[in-house]
């Protein structure tokens, strides 16, 4: 059974920071792609920031020099370290696992965060 839970979310004010986990269990870790996306009430899902197998990250304009994604492939956990929260960044965090072949996608639950003007 393959599980993705993530950890770490919670109320901070702005210029705070927050570092989320994500855990894996049930997959391959190494082999994944993740990623890091977010969902702010009545907009669309987006991506944050997302790791390739090989650990190259890429990010998204709106946290980029402020936002860090990092893996370890031997805990199978991957980490978002958010610097410099703004109100803007509230959100709940969903992170995600792909394989690209065959073509497989898992998702975590959500963590909330909440951040404070």
């Known amino acids: 059974q393959v599980q993705l839970v993530e950890s770490g979310g919670g109320l901070v004010q702005s210029g705070e920071s927050l570092r989320l986990s994500c855990a894996a269990s049930?997959?391959?870790?190494?082999?994944?792609?993740m990623g890091w996306y977010r969902q702010a009430p009545g907009k669309q899902r987006e991506l944050v920031a997302s790791?390739?197998?090989?650990?190259?990250?890429n990010y998204a304009d709106s946290v980029k020099g402020r936002f860090t994604i990092s893996r370890d492939n031997a805990k199978s956990t991957v980490y978002l370290q958010m610097n410099n929260l703004k109100h803007g960044d509230t959100a709940v965090y969903y992170c995600n696992a792909i394989l690209l072949n065959p073509p497989i996608v898992y998702w975590g639950q959500g963590t909330q965060v909440t951040v404070s003007s």
């Open positions: 049930g997959i391959r870790f190494g082999s994944y792609a």
């Open positions: 790791i390739t197998s090989g650990g190259s990250p």
